[in-house]
């Protein structure tokens, strides 16, 4: 393991935890961090130290980190900025690996707080590793440590890692995540990256056997020629998703505001994204929804979609999005064509690609014939469920069950694109159907999501991250 | 009124109405309609005719249109396609004023549909306006007659028009838009278009009072130079969005088996938008948004937006986006900026734009001093209110009514985001707040979105129609 990686265990399976600034006080980072890591199960001792208490939530604290007559893997600092560079000393002096500071107020706010970073830097440098300041800490079920708020995380842990420089983000993405099946191996809010950075991580989690999909939210990166080499080199082994703040001017104003890192340079980016195969999330929902795809997509050499949906609008919009992404809904022949139209309405439907089911809830048997025509023949290997209603509207269904029942037989990908079509107050059942359909396909490992075009979007940055993988490995 | 629109009235307002092809059999069209004409309220006469039943629904039944003893004003038809173009010759004898013809299986099946086509447009040639065929008909609250199988929607009328190439938007668009609190004064798919299409339908709504904002979702034109004509006058007095399906080449094939007309041509469309200041709608998601925004927001000589955030990635994102679509977020002074900072947390916060309010969960009263401030000063006229958590959670809480009176106080306008933050199967109760919420705001006249990205876009197609409409109208 590389020298910048010591002491990287202790951060996500720390033996022993100091939570510095705890307290019984709510009000206080310090004392939820201590009620959210309790709460969420940490299996290894806890240390709360506070020289105004001697027992806080039934447990007893400590004066300082180094009055703790055990040995302490690592620590949580919660305390005043001025304080911080004392405290990190005295877990350097007690011998601590590891620690994160949740407390603001450095580099992004003034020249007095960067000077604070800079000790704590020099300090971080003689033997201990810091994630922070001006962060929300990490997340990692399998070590028994969350984020905070994060005491609402799941204790599963799963594929993706997510890597974060705003800690706003670092709780955002594993909420919003948690509805759409994803789960996360480690989740780091790494804010000020005055020691740990963006670069050490993602190292990090290049070896890490916990991670296959490495995902991030970057505003700046400290070190560009490594954080370049360190991306070409892991995404020719894994894929890795970047949504990148501040491409913009105004954007790179806000983020000097906010981990007053420089952003911007929207070109060199590009050039970035190009050459290390870097896949790139344009949003938060992009990020997501490519997550979703590489849970549960494998790559084809040749991807060839058949789109079925209800409505002839709902196929022409198909057709436009496929076309633009990039994603190619091969032509049916005529002979294909023939053994389509039996299974479809005669009328105001056809047997194109993409196949215009007549409506948009069309009965199941039909569907399960123009699946099997078209997947029994091999003219696709992947097929996309565009807001049939029937799919959404009861995951118990004929519907439901015939879609699983499809993707095992042929053992195909299966896409749905399940809408919010029903957003009003008083539609809130068929929203909760939704959801339980929603439930039951990422369950059996297909993939949903909100629209189309987002379904598409996710596809197209899978099938680009594989295709030119395999044309960057292969010899010129 | 020009000739091309005598009869149109007869569409929306009809006195009486004869729905041929009736039955009280609902899974066929004709009984469907008849049952939802019925169900919708429709305040005229009703004479269904079918020449196997005396009687349907209670309401007597004849073999002929032209057995009817009464006046007939408007016609539904659901016959099998050969049996059509006598059906509208019967109407033209019986002097009905116009007809929609349901039925597909015309141009847009068949050479032998083809035929079939054109005798129904010979026929409307002499006297009688034909909406149709392969339709799903007119929707027209004020009038009590609903588009197929539209017994659902609101018998409200609102300032939105929707035309619709295709059936199945037709139903969609209005289903949900509704629970947006979008209401419309007439959606119309006019499938096929024989003798009723777009331009008509253009030029009607142009001059139509109820009519405050035109939208359409297009696949073909019929008559170019006619089209680009209208959008351009009707451009001057009323917002026009287009939503035009089949511009990719893939897009113009799905378009051909759907509604048989000729998509593509992406260059030429661009020159479209932009010679006529149509507002260009690039999916159903946008042509929603942003039938919201002008729904709700006024025309702004120069627009000048503080976005308001809890977290410093959520800031940068909002500046990102508002630099990518033109919107004005100016910078605030170091004057400003010293009297913000008292208003906002002392560290983890920005007082430059976006306002960085340092949690998802600011207290109402920082969140009421800093609008209190920028909008005082006149800085700015726009406020967007960016993913802040307490204004979505309780729509009777002070949040709530907080942006509400500011909005009144300042007579200023106020944009939120509401993202559907818990997505999980559990968290439907928050989703249900988070509605509620969102319909206090809307019933406010405060347009909700739900990405900052979708408020951005649709409020710079606001802004960029008024200013090109003001910039085409003064003298060079």
Known sequence: MNDRLEGF????????????????DLSKFGGRYLRVLLGFGYPGKVFPVNPKESEILELKAYPSVTDIPEEVDFATISVPAPAVPQVVEDCLAKGVKAAQILTSGF????????????????????????????????????????????????????????????GGYGIRVPRRAYGWGIRFSKVISYGNACDVNECDLLEYLGQDEETRIITAYLEGVKDGPRFFQLLKEISRVKPVILFKGGLT???????????????????????????????RANNLEELLDTMLAFMHLEPKPERKVCAMGGGGAITVTAADICDRLGVSLPLFSKEMEKKLLPNIPAVGASARNPVDMGSPGPPPHMVKAVMETVLGDGVVNT?????????????????????????????TPIIIVLPVEAVALEF????????????????????VFLTLDRAVRALANLDNYYQRREALSSPA
């Open 9 to 24: 265990d202790s951060i996500f399976y720390p033996k022993s935890h100091a939570v510095i600034g705890a307290s019984a």
């Open 107 to 166: 580099r992004e706010m003034s020249a007095e707080g960067e000077k604070l970073e800079m000790a704590i830097s020099n300090t971080a440098a003689k033997g201990i590793r810091v994630v922070g300041p001006n962060c929300f800490g990490v997340y990692c079920p399998a070590g028994g440590v969350t984020i905070l708020p994060g005491g609402d995380l799941p204790k599963e842990s799963g594929p993706v890692a997510f890597i974060s420089q705003s």
């Open 249 to 279: 001017q105004g954007g790179a104003r806000a983020v000097n505001s906010h981990t007053g890192s420089l952003g911007g340079q929207e070109e060199v980016w590009n050039a970035v994204f190009k050459q290390t195969n870097a896949i």
């Open 383 to 411: 097929i996309i469920i565009d807001e049939i209603e029937s799919a959404a509207s009861n995951p118990d269904g004929p519907m439901a069950k015939l879609l699983i029942e499809t993707k095992e037989k042929f053992d």
């Open 428 to 447: 809130l059942e068929r929203e909760s159907n939704r959801r339980k359909s929603r439930d039951y396909y990422l369950s059996e490992g297909i993939p």
